[in-house]
Protein backbone atom coordinates (compact mmCIF):
# COMPACT_ATOMS: atom_id res chain seq x y z
CA UNK A 1 0.00 0.00 0.00
CA UNK A 2 1.22 3.67 -0.93
CA UNK A 3 -0.80 6.70 0.58
CA UNK A 4 -2.20 8.12 -2.81
CA UNK A 5 -1.97 11.90 -3.91
CA UNK A 6 -4.83 14.38 -5.53
CA UNK A 7 -7.37 13.31 -3.35
CA UNK A 8 -9.27 14.93 -1.04
CA UNK A 9 -12.31 14.19 1.30
CA UNK A 10 -15.72 14.49 0.95
CA UNK A 11 -18.35 13.47 3.71
CA UNK A 12 -17.95 10.01 4.61
CA UNK A 13 -15.85 9.22 1.50
CA UNK A 14 -12.42 9.99 -0.50
CA UNK A 15 -12.65 11.23 -3.98
CA UNK A 16 -9.96 10.37 -6.28
CA UNK A 17 -8.27 13.25 -8.46
CA UNK A 18 -6.13 11.02 -11.27
CA UNK A 19 -8.55 10.83 -14.15
CA UNK A 20 -11.66 12.04 -15.21
CA UNK A 21 -13.80 9.73 -13.37
CA UNK A 22 -13.62 11.43 -9.81
CA UNK A 23 -14.64 8.35 -8.05
CA UNK A 24 -16.01 8.87 -4.72
CA UNK A 25 -14.77 5.60 -2.58
CA UNK A 26 -16.38 5.12 0.72
CA UNK A 27 -13.89 3.30 3.60
CA UNK A 28 -13.00 -0.12 2.17
CA UNK A 29 -14.09 0.32 -1.08
CA UNK A 30 -11.87 0.62 -4.10
CA UNK A 31 -12.34 3.17 -7.17
CA UNK A 32 -13.89 2.08 -10.70
CA UNK A 33 -10.18 0.97 -11.88
CA UNK A 34 -9.51 -1.31 -8.74
CA UNK A 35 -6.42 -0.57 -7.72
CA UNK A 36 -7.23 2.95 -5.46
CA UNK A 37 -8.37 2.52 -1.89
CA UNK A 38 -9.93 4.26 0.95
CA UNK A 39 -8.86 2.76 4.33
CA UNK A 40 -9.68 4.77 6.94
CA UNK A 41 -10.66 7.92 5.11
CA UNK A 42 -7.58 7.69 3.25
CA UNK A 43 -6.69 6.93 0.02
CA UNK A 44 -4.30 4.57 -0.96
CA UNK A 45 -2.71 3.02 -4.23
CA UNK A 46 -2.30 -0.79 -3.61
CA UNK A 47 -0.62 -1.42 -6.80
CA UNK A 48 2.70 0.93 -6.27
CA UNK A 49 5.45 -0.88 -7.22
CA UNK A 50 3.55 -4.36 -8.07
CA UNK A 51 5.05 -5.21 -11.39
CA UNK A 52 3.27 -7.84 -13.62
CA UNK A 53 5.87 -7.56 -16.76
CA UNK A 54 9.36 -5.49 -16.91
CA UNK A 55 11.53 -6.16 -19.65
CA UNK A 56 13.44 -4.77 -23.07
CA UNK A 57 11.20 -3.78 -25.86
CA UNK A 58 12.29 -2.38 -29.17
CA UNK A 59 10.37 1.65 -28.44
CA UNK A 60 9.02 0.98 -31.94
CA UNK A 61 7.00 -1.84 -30.54
CA UNK A 62 4.63 0.90 -27.95
CA UNK A 63 4.29 2.01 -30.91
CA UNK A 64 6.41 5.50 -30.81
CA UNK A 65 8.07 5.87 -34.27
CA UNK A 66 9.68 9.93 -33.58
CA UNK A 67 10.62 9.37 -30.23
CA UNK A 68 14.32 7.76 -29.80
CA UNK A 69 13.53 5.55 -32.83
CA UNK A 70 16.11 2.11 -33.29
CA UNK A 71 16.21 2.22 -29.68
CA UNK A 72 15.39 -0.25 -27.00
CA UNK A 73 12.65 0.74 -23.83
CA UNK A 74 12.82 -0.96 -20.65
CA UNK A 75 9.09 -2.40 -20.46
CA UNK A 76 7.20 -2.09 -17.14
CA UNK A 77 3.61 -2.99 -16.13
CA UNK A 78 0.94 -3.81 -13.11
CA UNK A 79 -2.22 -4.55 -13.46
CA UNK A 80 -6.24 -2.41 -13.60
CA UNK A 81 -7.44 -0.03 -15.72
CA UNK A 82 -10.38 3.07 -15.69
CA UNK A 83 -11.53 1.89 -19.01
CA UNK A 84 -13.17 -1.43 -20.03
CA UNK A 85 -12.82 -2.06 -23.52
CA UNK A 86 -14.25 -5.40 -25.02
CA UNK A 87 -11.27 -5.99 -27.30
CA UNK A 88 -8.54 -5.35 -24.88
CA UNK A 89 -5.52 -6.89 -26.03
CA UNK A 90 -3.76 -7.15 -22.16
CA UNK A 91 -7.53 -8.08 -19.91
CA UNK A 92 -5.85 -10.20 -18.21
CA UNK A 93 -3.59 -7.37 -16.77
CA UNK A 94 -6.19 -4.82 -17.09
CA UNK A 95 -9.25 -6.00 -16.33
CA UNK A 96 -8.83 -7.24 -13.06
CA UNK A 97 -8.80 -5.69 -9.36
CA UNK A 98 -5.61 -7.37 -8.38
CA UNK A 99 -2.66 -10.18 -9.58
CA UNK A 100 0.19 -11.85 -8.10
CA UNK A 101 2.82 -9.13 -8.94
CA UNK A 102 6.83 -8.25 -7.74
CA UNK A 103 7.08 -5.23 -5.82
CA UNK A 104 9.98 -3.70 -7.23
CA UNK A 105 10.54 0.25 -5.63
CA UNK A 106 11.51 3.12 -8.14
CA UNK A 107 15.54 3.34 -7.22
CA UNK A 108 15.68 -0.04 -8.13
CA UNK A 109 13.46 0.12 -11.15
CA UNK A 110 15.90 2.75 -12.48
CA UNK A 111 18.60 0.77 -11.36
CA UNK A 112 17.57 -2.40 -13.56
CA UNK A 113 16.84 -0.11 -16.58
CA UNK A 114 20.38 1.74 -16.70
CA UNK A 115 21.68 -1.67 -16.17
CA UNK A 116 20.62 -2.51 -19.73
CA UNK A 117 21.07 -1.29 -23.49
CA UNK A 118 17.56 0.79 -22.70
CA UNK A 119 17.17 4.52 -23.17
CA UNK A 120 14.09 5.18 -21.63
CA UNK A 121 11.62 3.75 -19.37
CA UNK A 122 7.74 3.01 -21.08
CA UNK A 123 4.86 2.23 -18.77
CA UNK A 124 2.86 0.36 -20.73
CA UNK A 125 0.48 -2.87 -20.99
CA UNK A 126 -2.23 -1.93 -18.24
CA UNK A 127 -3.08 1.46 -17.85
CA UNK A 128 -0.36 3.85 -15.90
CA UNK A 129 -2.55 6.53 -14.55
CA UNK A 130 -4.12 4.42 -12.22
CA UNK A 131 -0.36 3.86 -10.62
CA UNK A 132 0.17 7.82 -10.78
CA UNK A 133 2.01 7.70 -7.85
CA UNK A 134 4.45 5.24 -8.61
CA UNK A 135 5.06 6.26 -12.01
CA UNK A 136 5.98 9.98 -10.98
CA UNK A 137 8.10 8.69 -8.04
CA UNK A 138 10.34 7.01 -11.40
CA UNK A 139 10.00 9.82 -13.71
CA UNK A 140 11.87 11.83 -11.25
CA UNK A 141 14.38 9.28 -10.62
CA UNK A 142 14.81 8.28 -14.58
CA UNK A 143 14.98 11.92 -15.45
CA UNK A 144 17.87 12.74 -13.19
CA UNK A 145 19.61 9.13 -14.38
CA UNK A 146 19.39 10.44 -17.67
CA UNK A 147 16.95 8.19 -18.79
CA UNK A 148 14.04 9.15 -21.61
CA UNK A 149 10.40 8.10 -20.58
CA UNK A 150 7.30 6.71 -22.42
CA UNK A 151 3.46 6.89 -21.43
CA UNK A 152 1.55 4.54 -23.00
CA UNK A 153 -1.85 5.59 -22.03
CA UNK A 154 -5.70 5.81 -23.03
CA UNK A 155 -5.87 9.57 -22.33
CA UNK A 156 -8.31 9.30 -19.33
CA UNK A 157 -5.88 11.21 -16.81
CA UNK A 158 -6.60 14.50 -14.66
CA UNK A 159 -5.03 17.64 -16.11
CA UNK A 160 -3.52 18.15 -12.77
CA UNK A 161 -2.06 14.59 -12.87
CA UNK A 162 -0.74 15.60 -16.08
CA UNK A 163 0.86 18.06 -15.58
CA UNK A 164 2.71 16.33 -12.70
CA UNK A 165 3.92 13.82 -14.79
CA UNK A 166 5.27 15.95 -17.77
CA UNK A 167 7.78 18.29 -15.63
CA UNK A 168 9.64 14.53 -16.01
CA UNK A 169 8.09 13.32 -18.76
CA UNK A 170 9.53 12.45 -22.08
CA UNK A 171 6.78 11.02 -24.18
CA UNK A 172 2.95 10.28 -24.44
CA UNK A 173 1.37 7.81 -26.70
CA UNK A 174 -2.32 8.15 -26.94
CA UNK A 175 -5.24 5.78 -27.81
CA UNK A 176 -7.45 7.82 -29.74
CA UNK A 177 -9.93 4.88 -30.14
CA UNK A 178 -12.47 6.19 -32.03
CA UNK A 179 -14.40 9.78 -32.59
CA UNK A 180 -17.36 8.92 -31.66
CA UNK A 181 -18.71 9.11 -27.73
CA UNK A 182 -21.12 6.21 -28.99
CA UNK A 183 -18.02 4.01 -29.38
CA UNK A 184 -16.45 5.02 -25.98
CA UNK A 185 -19.49 4.60 -23.74
CA UNK A 186 -20.38 1.11 -25.77
CA UNK A 187 -16.86 -0.27 -26.48
CA UNK A 188 -14.97 1.24 -23.50
CA UNK A 189 -17.08 2.50 -20.82
CA UNK A 190 -16.00 5.96 -21.18
CA UNK A 191 -16.15 9.71 -22.70
CA UNK A 192 -14.73 10.96 -25.55
CA UNK A 193 -14.18 14.20 -24.25
CA UNK A 194 -11.25 13.92 -21.49
CA UNK A 195 -9.60 12.08 -24.01
CA UNK A 196 -9.45 14.77 -26.33
CA UNK A 197 -8.80 17.11 -23.15
CA UNK A 198 -5.63 14.71 -22.49
CA UNK A 199 -4.23 15.26 -26.10
CA UNK A 200 -4.71 18.75 -26.49
CA UNK A 201 -2.36 19.51 -22.66
CA UNK A 202 -0.20 17.14 -23.97
CA UNK A 203 0.69 19.48 -26.88
CA UNK A 204 0.40 22.35 -24.76
CA UNK A 205 2.97 20.61 -22.41
CA UNK A 206 5.23 20.24 -24.78
CA UNK A 207 5.75 16.44 -24.91
CA UNK A 208 6.54 14.04 -27.45
CA UNK A 209 2.83 12.83 -28.74
CA UNK A 210 1.82 10.35 -30.73
CA UNK A 211 -1.54 8.75 -31.88
CA UNK A 212 -2.72 5.50 -31.86
CA UNK A 213 -5.97 4.36 -33.74
CA UNK A 214 -7.04 0.33 -33.31
CA UNK A 215 -9.49 0.04 -36.28
CA UNK A 216 -12.17 -2.33 -35.81
CA UNK A 217 -14.53 -2.90 -38.75
CA UNK A 218 -18.67 -1.47 -38.70
CA UNK A 219 -17.41 -0.16 -35.68
CA UNK A 220 -14.90 2.90 -36.19
CA UNK A 221 -13.81 2.73 -39.64
CA UNK A 222 -16.27 4.70 -41.71
CA UNK A 223 -14.60 7.39 -44.07
CA UNK A 224 -17.14 9.89 -42.54
CA UNK A 225 -15.49 9.74 -39.06
CA UNK A 226 -12.17 9.05 -39.93
CA UNK A 227 -12.24 12.53 -41.82
CA UNK A 228 -13.70 14.34 -39.08
CA UNK A 229 -11.18 12.57 -36.78
CA UNK A 230 -8.54 14.46 -39.08
CA UNK A 231 -10.18 17.54 -39.82
CA UNK A 232 -10.13 17.38 -36.06
CA UNK A 233 -6.37 17.03 -36.10
CA UNK A 234 -5.08 19.57 -38.39
CA UNK A 235 -7.02 22.42 -36.59
CA UNK A 236 -5.77 20.90 -32.96
CA UNK A 237 -2.58 19.60 -33.33
CA UNK A 238 -0.92 20.43 -36.88
CA UNK A 239 0.55 18.49 -39.62
CA UNK A 240 3.69 16.98 -38.00
CA UNK A 241 2.01 14.75 -35.22
CA UNK A 242 2.44 10.98 -36.03
CA UNK A 243 -0.63 8.71 -36.39
CA UNK A 244 -0.58 5.10 -36.26
CA UNK A 245 -3.83 3.00 -37.44
CA UNK A 246 -3.43 -0.08 -36.51
CA UNK A 247 -5.25 -3.59 -37.38
CA UNK A 248 -7.65 -5.10 -35.36
CA UNK A 249 -8.01 -8.84 -34.30
CA UNK A 250 -10.57 -10.19 -32.74
CA UNK A 251 -9.41 -10.34 -28.63
CA UNK A 252 -11.43 -10.83 -25.49
CA UNK A 253 -15.39 -9.68 -25.66
CA UNK A 254 -15.25 -8.73 -29.45
CA UNK A 255 -13.74 -12.23 -30.04
CA UNK A 256 -16.09 -12.44 -32.55
CA UNK A 257 -15.55 -9.94 -34.91
CA UNK A 258 -13.62 -9.60 -38.11
CA UNK A 259 -10.30 -8.76 -38.41
CA UNK A 260 -9.77 -4.96 -40.20
CA UNK A 261 -9.05 -5.46 -43.92
CA UNK A 262 -5.61 -4.44 -45.58
CA UNK A 263 -7.58 -2.26 -48.21
CA UNK A 264 -9.26 0.26 -44.80
CA UNK A 265 -5.89 0.79 -43.39
CA UNK A 266 -4.60 1.29 -47.50
CA UNK A 267 -7.37 3.77 -47.95
CA UNK A 268 -7.20 5.30 -44.35
CA UNK A 269 -4.05 5.76 -44.84
CA UNK A 270 -4.33 8.05 -48.18
CA UNK A 271 -7.26 9.91 -46.24
CA UNK A 272 -4.52 10.89 -43.65
CA UNK A 273 -1.98 11.96 -46.67
CA UNK A 274 -5.28 13.57 -48.38
CA UNK A 275 -5.57 15.96 -45.02
CA UNK A 276 -2.03 16.56 -45.18
CA UNK A 277 -0.59 14.78 -42.47
CA UNK A 278 3.02 14.16 -42.32
CA UNK A 279 3.36 11.08 -40.47
CA UNK A 280 0.70 8.38 -40.85
CA UNK A 281 1.30 4.93 -40.13
CA UNK A 282 -0.05 2.01 -40.21
CA UNK A 283 0.44 -1.20 -38.05
CA UNK A 284 -0.34 -4.61 -37.05
CA UNK A 285 0.01 -5.49 -40.66
CA UNK A 286 3.38 -5.56 -43.26
CA UNK A 287 2.92 -2.03 -45.23
CA UNK A 288 5.53 -0.62 -46.81
CA UNK A 289 4.49 2.66 -47.17
CA UNK A 290 2.63 2.75 -43.88
CA UNK A 291 5.97 1.99 -42.55
CA UNK A 292 8.49 4.62 -43.52
CA UNK A 293 9.07 8.39 -42.88
CA UNK A 294 9.89 10.59 -45.22
CA UNK A 295 10.62 14.31 -45.39
CA UNK A 296 7.66 16.52 -45.51
CA UNK A 297 9.81 19.28 -47.34
CA UNK A 298 11.36 17.11 -49.87
CA UNK A 299 10.19 13.65 -49.58
CA UNK A 300 13.82 12.29 -48.79
CA UNK A 301 13.32 8.66 -46.78
CA UNK A 302 14.33 9.51 -43.45
CA UNK A 303 13.95 6.25 -41.26
CA UNK A 304 13.06 2.42 -42.93
CA UNK A 305 11.43 0.69 -41.12
CA UNK A 306 10.55 -3.68 -41.24
CA UNK A 307 9.48 -5.38 -38.41
CA UNK A 308 11.12 -3.86 -35.49
CA UNK A 309 14.65 -3.34 -37.31
CA UNK A 310 15.13 0.53 -38.16
CA UNK A 311 17.05 2.20 -40.44
CA UNK A 312 17.74 6.09 -40.77
CA UNK A 313 19.31 6.65 -44.10
CA UNK A 314 18.28 10.00 -44.63
CA UNK A 315 18.94 11.90 -40.99
CA UNK A 316 22.16 12.96 -40.24
CA UNK A 317 22.93 15.50 -37.19
CA UNK A 318 18.90 15.76 -36.68
CA UNK A 319 18.04 17.06 -39.72
CA UNK A 320 17.02 15.71 -43.71
CA UNK A 321 20.25 14.54 -45.37
CA UNK A 322 18.83 16.71 -48.68
CA UNK A 323 16.81 19.27 -47.74
CA UNK A 324 18.36 20.03 -43.89
CA UNK A 325 14.74 19.71 -42.56
CA UNK A 326 14.47 19.70 -38.75
CA UNK A 327 13.52 15.69 -37.83
CA UNK A 328 10.20 16.35 -36.32
CA UNK A 329 11.05 14.19 -33.02
CA UNK A 330 13.75 13.55 -30.81
CA UNK A 331 16.51 11.10 -31.55
CA UNK A 332 18.93 9.36 -29.02
CA UNK A 333 22.13 10.95 -28.39
Not at 297 to 303: A, H, K, Y
Amino acid sequence: MHKALLSRVADDAVVCGVCPRHCRITDGERGFCGVRENICGILYSNSYGRLTAAGLDPIEKKPLYHYLPGTQTFSVSSYGCNFTCRHCQNFTLSQVRELPATYVSPEHLVEEATATSAKSISFTYNEPTISFEYVLDTLRLADSAGLGSAFITNGYISEEALRELAKYLGAIRVDLKAFTDEFYQKVCGARLIPVLDTILLAKELGLHLELVTLVIPGYNDSSEEIDIMLEWEMENLGLAVPHHFTRFTPMYQMDREKPTPKETLDRIFLQAKDHGLYYPYIGNIMHAAGSQTLCPECGELLILRAGYVTKMPGISHGKCKTCGRKFDGRLAR
